[in-house]
């Protein structure tokens, strides 16, 4: 229900910062919590962040606590990854997306969104 286009992904050295962007389309699209995830090489894909679908609540996985911030431009329809003080294990591609149903609160599991963007490279060099 909800169409995801992904950018902001690079090449960037350890310690740097990237932003991703996330833009929503579709029928009362800024209703919808939204989350990022990561997939590396050979691993599962993985939570890494979530805001709920008032704004009002973030939760992130622990291993970018205090370095990744997601938020949402006032139209809701936008939603940003700030990565700061990035590692080389955050090389990965990066997924956005939307929950399932319209009006969630934060989410941390791939089976909660039901809309998927294509996904970006973000490359670590150390």
């Known amino acids: 229900q909800v169409q995801l286009v992904e950018s902001g992904g690079g090449l960037v050295q350890a310690g740097g910062s990237l932003r991703l962007s996330c833009a929503a389309s579709?029928?009362?699209?800024?209703?919808?919590?939204r989350g990022w995830f990561r997939q590396a090489p050979g691993k599962e894909r993985e939570f890494v962040a979530t805001?709920?679908?008032?704004?009002?609540?973030?939760y992130y996985a622990d291993s970018v606590k205090g370095r990744f911030t997601i938020s949402r431009y006032a139209n809701k329809n936008t939603v940003y990854l700030q990565m700061n003080s990035l590692k080389p294990e955050d090389t990965a591609v990066y997924y956005c997306?939307?929950?399932?149903?319209?009006?969630?609160?934060?989410?941390?599991?791939?089976?909660?969104?039901?809309?998927w963007g294509q996904g970006t490279q973000v490359t670590v060099s150390s």
């Open positions: 805001i709920s679908w008032s704004g009002g609540s973030t």
């Open positions: 997306a939307a929950s399932k149903y319209a009006r969630a609160l934060v989410l941390d599991r791939p089976s909660d969104f039901g809309s």
């Open positions: 579709g029928r009362t699209c800024s209703n919808y919590a």
